[in-house]
């Protein structure tokens, strides 16, 4: 099936820097990606939606000048976390739609990034 | 309203239980539906689509209400590696993009 890899898997940083998050498909191309947080407990939240070679769709509430969304290439998004602060520590997963017919298909995920800021 | 809701549990049950879960969504026009599960501290997969008709998978049968808004999930005969979160899916906008439910938590019994 199709993969989707992300990394790291996790990372424990000092606040005030900042990180960044890869998430590649390996086996097909996906001209939009998503970009997810899930604090414990709760449920998967959509942060923003990545175009390829144009700005991410931000959701409501979420600062884009603090989560830096590039995707350069089909088969290349990054999140990078500015100004990383104890409070923005969460799981991060990405994920990426590929299309089936009759407007079906499957989201599959990145393993997750574990960010701890402290 | 959250645009989708389950009840977050937790549900214990012993093993070689039936248990069911439903979830409801707020907007009529969803077209697509799923139900994920996702293990502790891992990224949630497919579980299997929810088709209007219907749908069996081995031990998970699904079904879906459109006139009531809820979908459902039958998980017959479970088994201890039934335990984990098990996420309500719906595709609102025709096309990718997702709402997960809070995700309910199951716990299989010896």
């Known amino acids: 099936g199709a993969v989707v890899s992300q990394h790291p898997s996790w990372v424990i940083c000092k606040s005030g820097t900042s990180v960044k998050i890869e998430c590649r498909s390996l086996?097909?191309?996906?001209?939009?990606m998503f970009w997810y947080r899930q604090f414990p407990k709760q449920s998967l939240m959509l942060m923003a939606t990545s175009n390829e070679g144009s700005k991410a769709t931000y959701e409501q509430g979420v600062e884009k000048d603090k989560f830096l969304i590039n995707h350069a290439s089909l088969t290349l998004s990054t999140l990078t976390v500015t100004s990383a602060h104890p409070e923005d520590s969460s799981f991060y997963i990405c994920?990426?739609?590929?299309?089936?017919?009759?407007?079906?298909?499957?989201?599959?995920f990145g393993e997750g990034s574990r960010l701890t800021v402290l | 309203r959250k645009e989708v809701e389950q009840d977050p549990g937790p549900f214990n049950v012993p093993e070689g239980a039936t248990v069911a879960f439903n979830c409801t969504y707020s907007n009529s026009a969803s077209q697509s539906f799923f139900w994920y599960r996702q293990d502790c501290r891992k990224e949630p997969k497919l579980l299997m689509s929810v088709y209007s008709s219907g749908n069996e998978d081995g031990r998970f049968t699904a079904q879906l209400n459109r006139a009531s808004q809820y979908i459902s999930l039958l998980i017959r005969d479970s088994k201890l590696s039934d335990s984990a979160t098990y996420l309500c899916?719906?595709?609102?906008?025709?096309?990718?993009?997702?709402?997960f439910g809070q995700g309910t938590r199951l716990t299989i019994n010896p």
């Open positions: 994920s990426a739609w590929l299309a089936g017919g009759s407007n079906t298909g499957e989201l599959f």
């Open positions: 899916v719906v595709n609102p906008q025709g096309a990718q993009k997702l709402v």
């Open positions: 086996d097909f191309q996906a001209t939009t």
